[in-house]
């Protein structure tokens, strides 16, 4: 559980769920069993991108940093910088997780149609390379990192959900993902600001260490923004009913601790900063899902 990160899991399961209940909602189709394959591969797909992150940016020496530099704040699971497990069996855990979500997915795609090896491959191939060499996109800074996560924890697991209860693509997923895709890469965004120069020591520049401190937490005002508005799209496009604007309570606690951050903060500032888009993310993806499924009962 340490190594994986269980704890994130919710910014999985929220997406594929709501997708499933876009399917409930629009189409009055459910599917058990298909839904359950889907979820543990999944959450197999998630835990392996969780661990091949922290394997690579162990290889490539930002952990390491992290460690040595004052006041920084390791957010990695501490597994191999302490020695408890090795490299070698830490990335066969790794690549074992990734093999359950690979079977999931042939199941899948042999009752409901090859585009769900597709969405799994798109997502398996961002997973990798955020971290891996030679792409390693995730220390480009340019932006390359958050619309990976956008597309993989947005778009991906929403569409997809939905293609394996329908058999078909629907526009009004693409749009029911963009709010929880958002709030879902400010988490992964959010979380750059707590060790901000340990990755500029390691050269991974994320977005946060190309624009600044001042600047970063600019941008995750906007990204904040953009998620809320895109509620508001939701319901005009009727991807949600007009009562699903009660998602938008799940912005508070993100509002809260934006409100209190300054243009510069302690390290200590950020770990609440990062739990407060996790918050949002599953609060506003929560009621979504309650407002789709009152909806199609």
Not at 4 to 24: D, K, M, Q
Not at 244 to 263: D, K, N, Q, T, Y
Request: hydrophobic share 50%.
């Amino acid at each position: 559980m340490k190594a994986s990160r269980t704890f994130a899991l919710p910014v999985i399961i929220t997406p594929v769920i709501l997708g499933t209940a876009g399917a409930f909602s629009w189409n009055e189709t459910f599917e058990p069993l298909w839904f359950i394959i889907t979820l543990i591969g999944a959450i197999a797909a998630h835990l392996f991108s969780n661990m091949i992150n922290d394997l690579w940016d162990y290889r490539n020496g930002a952990d390491d940093k992290a460690e040595e530099i004052e006041d920084g704040i390791p957010t990695n699971s501490g597994i191999l910088t302490s020695g408890a497990l090795t490299d070698k069996t830490f990335a066969s855990v790794t690549w074992g997780l990734l093999a359950v979500a690979v079977i999931c997915g042939i199941i899948i795609s042999v009752a409901k149609g090859w585009p769900v090896l597709l969405i799994g491959a798109i997502g398996a191939l961002i997973a990798y390379f955020y971290v891996a060499p030679p792409l390693k996109f995730g220390y480009r800074g340019k932006g390359y990192s958050e619309v990976a996560i956008f597309t993989a924890f947005g778009i991906l697991p929403v569409m997809g959900a939905y293609f394996v209860q329908t058999g078909t693509f629907d526009i009004r997923a693409l749009f029911l993902s963009f709010p929880v895709g958002i709030l879902t890469t400010l988490v992964l965004y959010n979380h750059h600001f707590l060790h901000q120069q340990a990755d500029e020591a390691a050269g991974k520049r994320t977005l946060v260490v190309v624009l600044g401190e001042r600047k970063g937490l600019i941008l995750s005002k906007w990204m904040t923004i953009a998620a809320f508005l895109t509620v508001i799209l939701c319901v005009l496009v009727q991807a949600l009913p007009w009562y699903g604007l009660i998602s938008l309570i799940g912005f508070i606690p993100l509002i809260r601790v934006l409100r209190s951050l300054g243009e510069t903060n302690p390290p200590e500032s950020y770990p609440p900063f990062m739990g407060a888009a996790l918050k949002a993310s599953v609060r506003c993806g929560g009621l979504q899902i309650i407002a789709l499924l009152i909806q199609g009962l």
